[in-house]
């Protein structure tokens, strides 16, 4: 149990809502959903994803039938449409739709997901076809209780920009003014974010500093997901922040099968009592895409697990080791950006011999493949653009700049 109110009774009285981390239907998890045994791929996991007023999960993928990708430097995710109504049998009922991925198929791409959704009746928040649309509240009055959710985006290629489709800005002044106007609204008020750094367990600076933020204009509970492995739980100024849920139920490849971080995931399970989080529980599972089951993680994997969770949660109220293992990472990841960038600035100069541009993009690419100059550009863009890239850039080359490090 992460949090209990000891002031209360035993049992609550308002919403009981469950949060599950990253969806990606593609690839075998698209497969296995088509197969259609929901009971034998969600197990015992089903009973607790239909136990709750709320069922709230992160879409990573368009459920849509177009063939017209955008641009952009990550992969171009999609799942077929049909795929809602098994999420939706299982017990998915909320689908948040502001993620990096949701506009991988443009407006048509995302026009379809929502309907896919709706048609299953899944609800959908946090994207749309326009910018009032993407930045609309979803709220319920559950139990006599008034409760709202947000959920907003780091974005990326996705964002809505000038009034158009796409994913609520986690960054925009207007998430915020929503956020304040909720507040005076509404008895519960819940910000789901989808931002940060890939891959790595302890959140960055910047999304600390935002889902703070988050909780300092009125959140009552801040959620996240994104880099794809579960990151620390803080309560902070009474306010719970899970930085990273990790994976619910996405598949990599057989390449990434050997690494069990990326299929592990948590459910949190939160009672609200009134207006006031009244308890709230993480429940370890993982995904085995060999299996093509969901698993509840017990005994020994569980405790050593949770135990895991506790030490990285631990980083956040240690100012001096977070900052070291946070510049660990920002060191790596400059070594790991470089060839990447320099490959795409040779992609797309115009005025770099063709003889001496083979030569050097023969080696570049032997690490990042990045020979289509629109994927460079976009490669580059997303780079200088996105917070999760840059911060991580900016505070390797200040240690450099500082003469803190000579690599």
């Known amino acids: 149990m992460l949090y209990r109110d000891s002031k209360k009774n035993d049992t609550s009285q308002g919403p009981t809502i469950a949060f599950l981390g ?15 045994n929901e009971d034998k791929v969600f197990g015992e996991i089903k009973n607790i994803l239909q136990s ?5 999960f992160n879409l990573e993928t368009p459920l849509c039938s177009c063939d ?6 990550g992969p171009n995710l999609k799942g077929d449409p049909t795929c809602a109504q098994f999420l939706r049998r299982v017990g998915l009922n909320v689908a948040c739709l502001a993620n990096n991925h949701c506009m991988d198929y443009g407006v048509d791409g995302l026009k379809e997901t ?22 609309r509240p979803l709220v319920f009055d559950i139990k006599n209780v008034k409760t709202a959710i947000l959920n907003v985006a780091e974005g990326e290629e996705a964002k809505s920009v000038l009034g158009k489709g796409g994913a609520a800005d986690a960054f925009s002044c207007r998430s915020i003014e929503n956020l304040r106007k909720v507040r005076k609204e509404m008895d519960v008020v819940i910000v789901v974010a989808h931002a940060g750094c890939e891959y790595l367990q302890i959140p960055a600076p910047y999304v600390i500093d935002l889902y703070r933020r988050f909780a300092d204009e009125g959140a009552d509970l801040v959620v996240g997901h994104h880099p794809h492995v579960p990151q620390g739980i803080e309560y902070y100024n009474g306010t719970l922040i899970a930085y990273s849920l990790g ?19 948590l459910i949190l399970i939160t009672e609200f009592d009134g ?12 995904f085995d895409p060999r299996l093509e089951r969901l698993l509840l993680m017990k005994g020994d994997e569980k405790k050593a697990f949770l135990k895991d969770i506790k030490r990285i949660s631990a980083f956040l109220s240690n100012s001096d080791y977070y900052q070291e293992r946070w510049n660990d990472h920002c060191r790596l990841r400059l070594r790991e950006a470089t060839p990447g960038i ?15 541009k083979i030569l050097i993009e023969g080696i570049i690419t032997s690490v990042m493949k990045r020979k289509n100059r629109r994927k460079a550009a976009a490669y580059l863009k997303n780079n200088i653009k996105t917070h999760a890239h840059l911060d991580r850039i900016l505070t390797a080359l200040d240690e450099i700049i500082e003469q803190r490090n000579d690599y």
């Open 52 to 56: 709750h007023d709320l069922t709230i």
């Open 275 to 286: 207006d006031k989080l009244f308890r709230a529980t993480v429940c370890p599972g993982s």
């Open 22 to 36: 990253d969806v990606a239907i593609h690839g075998k998890v698209q497969k296995i959903i088509k197969k259609g």
């Open 68 to 73: 017209s990708p955008i641009i952009k430097s």
């Open 114 to 135: 929502i309907e896919a959704c709706h048609n299953a009746s899944i609800k959908t928040v946090g994207a749309g076809r326009n910018a009032d649309e993407a930045y």
């Open 342 to 356: 320099i490959g795409a600035l040779i992609a797309i100069s115009p005025n770099l011999s063709e003889f001496g």
């Open 247 to 265: 994976n619910f139920l996405f598949d990599f490849g057989r390449k990434s099968y050997g690494i069990p971080l990326l299929y592990q995931g």
